[in-house]
């Protein structure tokens, strides 16, 4: 382990803002841990199908506050595309060269998730599973791809967006929500928020990359500004509480985003600026940098099969018998989140088993087992010789 965290140490430019890619860290960690939490998975009459603790136990919203990290995201993204857009610019590289390079490396193994699902619903029909459950659990995987889709499109958007102040994609939600709830307009209207919404912090981020937004002053402006407006938003305007989507809730903040959870993202953008400091100096640290160099090399992999790790523990565990509290029972009580907790370690090692196994589909390592590796930094780093760390 010593020689890993001392390879990756050596591999990483000296220019390279680590902060950044701790943000994204935190991301991960945030939507993984809030589907975990807050999707079950329930057993009724033979059939699955979803549900959730918020459904039964509105109380709970505030767990949507800490684990709903998607403007984080979308924050990191328009900082790291609009500084990679720029430089390929100054360096006379194609845009359509920098794009495939942008995308090529989300697209492998989305690829492989759906074949390896589209395999897995045609074998549990054939074997006589019930098309609900079946229709529920591929639901379940593929519908976080949604968030793909929309980072492609403002990834390609990236050289307007970079020119694009935060406030005009606001101003476009503001108005959608006004024509939507306040006059009756029509509701394909909505879908237009789905890039406009995240298409503010994804632009605050571009503003990022060109030297902006990097004050105190800035950061705790949005994070103030942005709690004040959601909470005025939840409490006086009738947007609900929670900022995922709950079964049975007339009006979900985020399919498609509303202006509360838009607010809401500011608030998050506003606290990553605070964190980019204690960030900064936590990762200078060559453990600390080692881990989130690791988790960013394979975020993918964890992203897309973290949903595959939580139905895999549910299933197997009715199946062997195990305590269904917590995986396949309607989640209406305090003792189903005392459980659930208790099987996240679970679904931890579930998952680990799955990036053991489609790792390597995210990344292309030249140079078979013992060749290079590519690490946080973007650099190859070679094997070591003899033993390995």
């Not at 490396?105 to 549990?124: E, N, T």
């Not at 306040?182 to 990022?208: E, I, K, R, T």
Request: glycine share 10%; net charge positive; hydrophobic share 55%.
């Amino acid at each position: 382990m010593r020689d890993l965290v001392r390879r990756i140490e050596l591999a990483t430019p000296p220019d390279r803002d680590r902060a950044v890619d701790g943000l994204r860290v935190l991301a991960i960690l945030g939507v993984v841990l809030g589907h975990w939490l807050v999707t079950a998975l329930v057993m009724d009459s033979g059939t699955l199908h979803g549900d959730s603790p918020l459904h039964h136990m509105p109380q709970l919203a505030p767990v949507s506050w800490v684990f709903q990290t998607l403007a984080v995201f979308f924050l990191v993204g328009g900082q790291v595309g609009a500084k990679s857009c720029l430089s390929a610019a100054a360096n006379g590289t194609a845009y359509r060269q920098w794009l495939a390079a942008r995308v090529g490396r989300l697209f492998r193994p989305v690829a492989v998730v759906l074949v390896v699902w589209g395999v897995a619903a045609c074998v549990m029909l054939a074997a006589g599973v019930d098309r609900l459950t079946v229709r529920a659990l591929c639901k379940l995987v593929w519908s976080p791809l949604w968030f793909l889709l929309v980072f492609t499109v403002l990834t390609a958007l990236t050289p307007l967006v970079v020119k694009l102040h935060p406030l005009w994609p606001l101003a476009v939600v503001l108005h959608v929500d006004v024509i939507r709830f306040g006059l009756d307009g029509p509701a394909w209207l909505s879908s237009v928020n789905v890039l406009a919404g995240w298409l503010v912090p994804y632009c605050l981020g571009a503003a990022g990359a060109r030297g902006q937004l990097r004050s105190l002053t800035s950061g705790w402006s949005l994070l103030l500004g942005g709690t004040a407006a959601t909470a005025a938003l939840v409490l006086w305007a009738g947007y609900p509480a929670s900022m995922v989507g709950v079964p049975g809730q007339s009006v979900s903040n985020l399919d498609p985003p509303t202006l509360a959870v838009v607010t809401f993202g500011l608030a998050q953008c506003g606290a990553a600026v605070l964190l980019l400091g204690p960030l900064r100096r936590l990762l200078r640290r060559p453990v600390a940098w080692a881990a989130v160099a690791v988790v960013n090399l394979f975020a993918m992999t964890v992203y897309l099969w973290h949903q595959t790790a939580m139905i895999i523990v549910s299933a197997l565990g009715g199946l062997l018998g195990a305590p269904r509290t917590g995986l396949q029972t309607v989640p209406d009580s305090p003792g189903w989140v005392f459980a659930r907790l208790l099987w996240l370690p679970v679904f931890a090692s579930a998952l680990a088993l799955c990036w053991a196994v489609f790792r390597t589909y995210e990344q292309r390592r030249p140079g078979g087992p013992g060749g290079a590796r590519i690490v946080g930094g973007g650099k190859p780093v070679p094997a070591p010789a003899g033993r390995a760390g």
